[in-house]
């Protein structure tokens, strides 16, 4: 039977072998065996540019692209590795999608994205993701020298942790209604996101009709997979090793 696989939140690091491990993994036992692989962002737990050339962020690459010489893989944006750029996508073997996409999955139009402009009710964040959506702030940001924006990546980085704990957990998770409205925009019942880091399927109604928003794991304490086939879906958990460490 034919399926799908989709990933979100890895928030990859140097110092979190254990997630690496678990992505090698699965890159190389179960990926190949996919029609497609989505990423839908924060693969990366910070990315501050195609140049910042380290071989850690080459033997990810390394490893994706064995799989694309197999298995078409697609990557959209996070809110961790929104500059990520084509250089690094190409090493990668990976196509660069638009922020929102509607893909077939398997005769279902299903809408995939991230998810973060979904959180409507985190105010503070939107206004961040405007600005740094923009066409403007990413290209300042890339001319500055890599050494200030490792500095400015770990501020914002140690910022983000305080801020999300003050936040209530709804004001973290989607809005309903924002929910609604985009998908009765790109006309669809199924919506595949991550962000949120609260793996579930939810079941709403949409222009009148049963609907399914399905939400991707993050990989901080296990890796979280999603399995799509025209016979359903399945939302996977995949264990860390003993051998790996934090």
Excluded at 33 to 54: C, H, K, P
Excluded at 71 to 84: K, M
Excluded at 111 to 125: K, P, S
Excluded at 200 to 206: C, E, W
């Amino acid at each position: 039977m034919a399926f799908t696989y989709f990933i979100a939140d890895l928030h990859l690091a140097a110092e979190r072998p254990d997630i690496t491990a678990c992505l090698y993994r699965f890159l190389a036992q179960d990926a190949p065996q996919a029609e497609a692989l989505y990423v839908l962002g924060d693969l990366f737990e910070v990315w501050i540019g195609d140049d910042n050339v380290t071989p850690f962020n080459e033997a990810i690459a390394a490893a994706f692209y064995k799989v694309s010489q197999q298995v078409p893989i697609y990557f959209i944006h996070g809110n961790r590795d929104f500059a990520l750029r084509q250089g690094w996508a190409d090493k990668a073997g990976m196509t660069l999608l638009p922020e929102q996409a509607v893909i077939d999955l398997y005769g279902i139009p299903t809408l995939i994205t991230h998810g973060d402009e979904l959180c409507t009710r985190d105010v503070a964040y939107q206004k961040f993701r405007k600005k740094s959506r923009s066409w403007w702030w990413p290209r300042i940001m890339l001319a500055l020298p890599l050494w200030y924006r490792r500095k400015v990546a770990e501020k914002a980085r140690i910022q983000s942790k305080k801020n999300q704990q003050g936040l209530r957990p709804e004001i973290m998770d989607v809005t309903p209604e924002e929910v609604i409205k985009i998908m009765e925009h790109y006309q669809v019942q199924r919506l595949i996101h991550g962000h949120t880091h609260r793996p579930d399927i939810h079941s709403l109604q949409v222009n009148g009709q049963p609907a399914t928003r399905i939400v991707l794991g993050d990989w901080y304490e296990q890796g979280s997979v999603l399995k799509v086939s025209a016979n359903g879906f399945d939302l996977q958990t995949l264990r860390f090793h003993a051998g790996s460490t934090k």
